[in-house]
């Protein structure tokens, strides 16, 4: 009896405990509605603190613009104070440098960790050169940078104009410039902008052509020092016919260089200036301009480009493999591959600078010499230190590792010893870091010459007016 | 007496239960909060900041301006965005349709062929989902290689040689080629999701259809697939959500290329953000891209609506 009184009582709770749940129900949305506030609250204020803290680093960037700007004295007093006051703990150092590509990579950034064993933790980064652009900008943009960034001193304006690089110039400057005669000057010219250096160029690395000299021998063409379009064609015909090769590969991400360089040479020819090619200050309907995009095309028709069909999309590898093998006498490639090139030819291997669309000279046809290179961002949490460091990785020891691994360094006073190294300084040495280069003009100009421009020409079949049309709409 | 205990009864049941709520609700709490916590950190708070950030100006590095609609404006305008958007659809629904038609049929014929075989071919059906994107790109990047590919040294081998192509140079085959290896990566899915779902039904269904005279291919038109049909409906609407997302297989096989023919709206806001420095644009591309997503969704939702059967 007891217990059926007892479950008709649990059976009344559970009405109450019913009641109760809407009750608590109750509750748990006004408590959902108070999180739901709290939470949106939070938003704003992360979006103020946002607008702050970008005002406060803007602040830093100008705070760090000032100091950098100040006297060459002011700094070197500051680098040499770092110096000799510096904490008991270890700073920590993000060099976002480390190449893996190139074979030095590694054992530069291992004898700059050791340089410093005892006064920085240094984080070697390796470079991804396919997201650079993004890692640089996201890296710069969240206030929270690496110390040192991987970037070509040539490219360095769209940085230097959004304030993003540290000025190194007082660095460069202090005691009677003792770092800036460490470079060569040619070389140290080529990151600087409104007459301040940003960017310092670790080693020559410019587009150059790698032959098989002896499918040239076998279609009885002589190895150019120079050579025009004309000649180009004239090569490649014969390097077809004769030694039953394609005559040229280069790769989806390097094509570019083929509109690139031809437009340079062209408009050094018709006497522009090379700041307005890269300011876009020209008439990209010029005649002259639709001309360099003709040739182009009817180099890939007549089948010169290899393989034929997908020419426009090879990657590095294939490229790079089809050469070795013999199946194409000539690739388009960085010189800092020289060393990895020449160590798996089974052939003999030279290097020719690429054929000109304007005069036949080698300062004057539009070749331009190219570094790679490092810079400071302005936001960078120890300055100071992240100049140390520069100061170390170009330092002739460890600049040696980088020239002993076949790789031309930019620092006077390091030992070439490698022929092929000698012989690409030597065709570097005829060029010009200064260059005019559309792709300068801005970021989209840049895309669109990177990845759209030889698809609409040999793909899409869209006019050589129509895309310069296009060109001088991007440029505006 | 008993007056008295079944008070005492009543408020012992009444304050164990309430301790019993209590400590399942905070017991509750505790299990959700960290999931809730890095949900709204990862996904909700990036979203509506997402949301927020599609109505500015934003290099990425200076202060943010308000220009309100202007990006929208822009979006719509944009002749060549609008091609994106149209090849981030046309990727998504041919990808879910190959891969949700095909993935049920591979149920199907698992089921057919038994457990242990079937266990067997249904790792193997599956496998291509679980290999990473990067892995599954290169591989067919190698396969459709024009000169040392596979597919071309295959149709060289039986004649038909003069059908090899670049096949990811020609405008043409380009697209389909992503197509088919999203297909390849994600008709698993739909295989797994179906195949418990054919295993779920009472064998008396497939017994009468067979009395009535009705063969395998028969029962699947009239019985299996009407039944399953939520099930096909939820593998759908996943498969839907993740090729329109799709970033690594056209990142690994094209880069979007060649030119833009295989651009998509996610490369193409990555491309936008970080490379031209215009954040707010690329916002609102993803806001316009994911309320396309809602909206096929619901579509498919619709789709596959239906009875829910219970046997």
Redesign the interface.
């Known amino acids: 009896m007891d217990t059926v009184i007892l479950n008709k009582v649990s059976l009344s709770i559970l009405g109450q405990k019913y009641i109760k749940g809407d009750f608590m129900m109750l509750r748990m949305k006004k408590v959902s509605l108070i999180i739901a506030v709290v939470l949106c609250f939070a938003l704003v204020m992360t979006g103020c603190g946002s607008s702050t803290s970008n005002t406060a680093e803007k602040s830093s960037v100008a705070s760090v613009s000032t100091v950098a700007t100040a006297t060459a004295a002011t700094a070197a007093t500051a680098a040499a104070t770092a110096a000799a006051t510096a904490p008991a703990e270890k700073i920590k150092l993000r060099f976002y440098g480390k190449i893996v590509e190139y074979t030095s990579g590694e054992a530069m950034c291992k004898a700059l960790q050791d340089k410093f064993k005892d006064k920085y933790e240094i984080e070697a980064i390796q470079v991804d050169w396919g997201n650079l652009e993004k890692v640089v900008r996201t890296g710069i943009a969240s206030g929270d940078p690496a110390d040192v960034y991987q970037w070509w001193p040539t490219q360095l304006k769209k940085f230097v104009d959004s304030k993003m690089c540290l000025d190194l110039t007082p660095y460069l400057d202090a005691d009677s410039g003792a770092w800036k005669n460490t470079f060569v000057p040619s070389a140290l010219d080529s990151g600087k902008y409104d007459g301040k250096y940003y960017g310092l160029p670790e080693d020559s690395n410019f587009a150059i052509m790698y032959a098989n000299a002896d499918l040239f021998e076998k279609a009885g063409v002589a190895i150019p020092s120079v050579w025009t379009w004309d000649e180009f064609v004239l090569a490649s015909n014969a390097i077809k016919e004769k030694a039953g090769v394609f005559p040229f590969v280069v790769t989806s991400d390097l094509i570019a260089w083929m509109p690139r360089f031809g437009m340079a040479s062209a408009s050094m020819k018709a006497g522009i200036k090379s700041e307005d090619l890269s300011t876009g200050k020209v008439d990209f309907t010029a005649a002259y301009f639709t001309d360099v995009l003709k040739n182009i095309k009817s180099y890939n028709a007549a089948g010169y480009m290899y393989p034929g069909k997908g020419s426009i999309t090879q990657k590095r590898d294939e490229a790079k493999a089809a050469f070795l093998q013999g199946k194409v006498a000539i690739l388009a490639e960085v010189s800092s591959f020289a060393a990895v090139i020449a160590k798996d030819a089974k052939f003999k291997l030279t290097a020719i600078p690429w054929p000109s669309m304007g005069n036949k000279s080698n300062a004057e046809n539009g070749d331009k010499s190219d570094f790679d290179g490092l810079f400071v961002p302005a936001n960078a949490a120890h300055p100071d230190a992240s100049v140390e460091l520069l100061k170390a990785f170009y330092s002739p020891e460890i600049m040696k590792i980088h020239a002993d691994n076949g790789y031309a360094p930019c620092v006077q006073g390091v030992e070439i010893s490698n022929p092929v190294i000698k012989s690409l300084v030597d065709i570097s040495g005829g060029m010009s870091s200064t260059t005019g280069d559309p792709i300068n003009i801005n970021a989209k100009m840049n895309d669109y010459f990177s990845k759209m421009l030889m698809a609409d020409l040999c793909l899409a079949n869209t006019s050589e007016a129509d895309i310069m049309k296009k060109i001088a709409e991007l440029a505006k | 007496m008993?007056d008295l205990?079944?008070k005492r009864?009543?408020s012992m049941?009444?304050s164990s239960?309430?301790s019993k709520?209590i400590h399942r609700?905070i017991l509750g709490w505790i299990f959700i909060l960290p999931a809730l916590f890095f949900i709204?950190y990862a996904s909700?708070?990036p979203a509506?900041?997402n949301f927020?950030l599609s109505f500015q100006k934003w290099?990425?590095?200076?202060?943010?301006k308000w220009v309100w609609f202007e990006n929208y404006i822009h979006f719509f305008k944009d002749g060549d965005v609008l091609r994106y958007l149209y090849n981030s659809v046309y990727l998504a629904f041919l990808s879910t349709i190959g891969a949700v038609v095909i993935g049920i049929f591979l149920a199907a014929l698992v089921f057919k062929i038994g457990s242990k075989l079937g266990t067997f071919a249904r790792l193997v059906f599956f496998m291509p989902g679980m290999i990473p994107v990067a892995i599954n790109g290169l591989l067919f990047?190698f396969i459709l290689?024009?000169?040392?590919g596979l597919l071309n040294n295959f149709l060289k081998l039986i004649g038909l040689g003069s059908y090899s192509?670049?096949w990811?140079?020609?405008?043409h085959t380009t697209m389909n080629c992503i197509v088919v290896v999203n297909i390849w990566m994600m008709c698993g899915i739909t295989m797994v999701l179906s195949y418990a779902a054919i295993r779920m039904l009472p064998t008396s269904l497939f017994e009468s259809c067979k009395i009535d005279g009705g063969g395998y291919v028969r029962q699947l038109f009239s019985i299996v697939f009407p039944v399953i049909k939520k099930v096909i409906g939820t593998a759908a609407i996943y498969t839907l959500a993740a090729n329109f997302k799709t970033y690594g297989i056209v990142q690994v096989m094209?880069?979007?290329?060649?030119?833009?023919?295989t651009r998509t709206i996610p490369i193409n806001m990555?491309?936008t953000a970080?490379?031209?420095?215009e954040f707010g644009y690329a916002a609102s591309m993803g806001v316009v891209l994911s309320l396309v997503v809602v909206a096929s969704i619901l579509i498919t939702t619709k789709l596959f609506g239906g009875d829910t059967y219970e046997f």
């Open positions: 008993p205990n079944l009864g009543i049941t009444k239960l309430k709520n609700l709204t909700v708070f509506i900041s927020i290099d990425g590095f200076l202060d943010k990047v290689n024009p000169q040392m192509n670049a990811l140079e020609d405008s094209t880069q979007g290329g060649p030119g833009d023919i990555i491309n970080f490379n031209f420095g």
